[in-house]
């Protein structure tokens, strides 16, 4: 507000705002009478301090503009722990994401969750927020709708005529060069549907949703990656759509197996033949070139880890890594990774691979082996020893002779329930007989 109002008027009172707290009237000589009535009209008008409008704590759902004119909606609460500084919690099914990098100014608002490069920038009013979920370095823009005291995900107009819980074999891409197969894993109680696909290079998420008549619909919103999944449910088949943000769209169909299993993960990726060693040659932040021939890792067990920092599946095995390594303290196991970014330059790359290592706690080296595309393709170049990389993450066990002795290729997180427990286990496991060589 101006310092000082109606100075154009030399015949009445003007104020001026001295500290937030505190209005200080100042008198023009002459002065004409005024009535009450008119000075309570000024001192209500003139020199009352607005009163800053800020968003409302509470439960929110956001709904993203994805394709087909389909919405993709997420829950979230926002809290206030000072004044005018918030905290926010994502939903997805079991899953939480805590964020505190929420940034207001004036009527402007900037969400950014953990670790990765994507955040949701607009603006506000108590009870909506109207913007954008953008990924810059690769130019992706969704716009969002948010709206107070909004519970419900999904609105549910139709009883449930078909339950999802179970195991689904799904293709997706079916009959064309880009097919692939999944693993549905769902819980279904009244209308209410949980669960995930698994496929051969990690798993969708925690995803959460409905059913309703007939209609499967299911979504997870991360920071990183917007999906949402549509699908006709009848007997013991599905026919769905899966979109990606407002960029992808892959059709799918599934039935029911309960015996269906994807192929080891142990399988997919190997030494191509004529290469009998694993080896890189990659820089860290500090501009040093780190390679597998440095001392750090002569006659030692070495986890070489296949990532990106844009990518939740490998910010899940990075978790794994974390939290087993500072439970299993071992002087003869290193772990280093290989980051394959797609920001645009080799500094926002690294400006990204801090704020991975920052944020979750990484003790371990990330080199960056590639930024710009995280095409893998590409990446397989960086790695000609590799007969493809499939996915990301891609974890490579080397014992302390030097020898690749398994190559895991993607990772199945949390949301996959007991696949993960099985994992946990079998890694465990593995990593002590190779330790203890």
Known sequence: MPEDINRDRPDIFYCKFRTPNSIE??????????SLFTLSLLFLFSCEERKKVLPSEGVWVAELEVMDNEILPFNFKL?????????????????????????????????????????????????????????????RIVPFTATFGKAERFRVKNKATANVSGIWEAEFNGGTDDAYMAKGIFAQVGSKVTGTFRTTTGDYRYLDGVMDGDSLKISAFDGAHA???????????????????????EPFTAKRNDNFELPSEDSLTFLKEGYNKFAFSFHDASGNIVSLDDDRFKSKVVLVQIMGTWCPNCLDETKFFVNYLTKNPNEDLEVVALAFEYAKTPEGA???????????GVKYPILLAQYGTSDKDKAQGKLPMLNHVLSYPTTIFIDKKGEVRKIHTG?????????????????????????SE
Do not use: C, W
């Open 25 to 34: 009237f100042i008198k023009r000589p002459p002065m004409k009478k005024l």
């Open 79 to 139: 809290m206030k722990s000072t004044a005018e500084r918030f905290s926010m919690e994502i939903y997805n099914a079991e899953e939480v994401i805590l964020v505190d990098e929420l940034k207001i100014n004036g009527d402007s608002i900037m969400i950014r969750t953990p670790v990765f490069e994507g955040y949701l920038a607009g603006t506000f009013s108590e009870n909506k927020i109207e913007g954008k979920f953008i990924k810059e370095s690769l130019d």
């Open 227 to 249: 999906f949402l999944f549509t699908a006709q449910v009848l007997d013991s088949t599905m026919n769905g759509i899966f979109y990606s943000g407002n960029h992808s769209k």
């Open 350 to 360: 690294f400006k990204s691979i801090e704020r991975l290592k920052d944020r979750i």
């Open 411 to 435: 990772f199945n997180g949390p949301a996959t329930g007991e696949k993960y427990i099985e994992f946990q286990t079998e890694f465990d496991e593995f990593l002590k007989q190779l330790l």
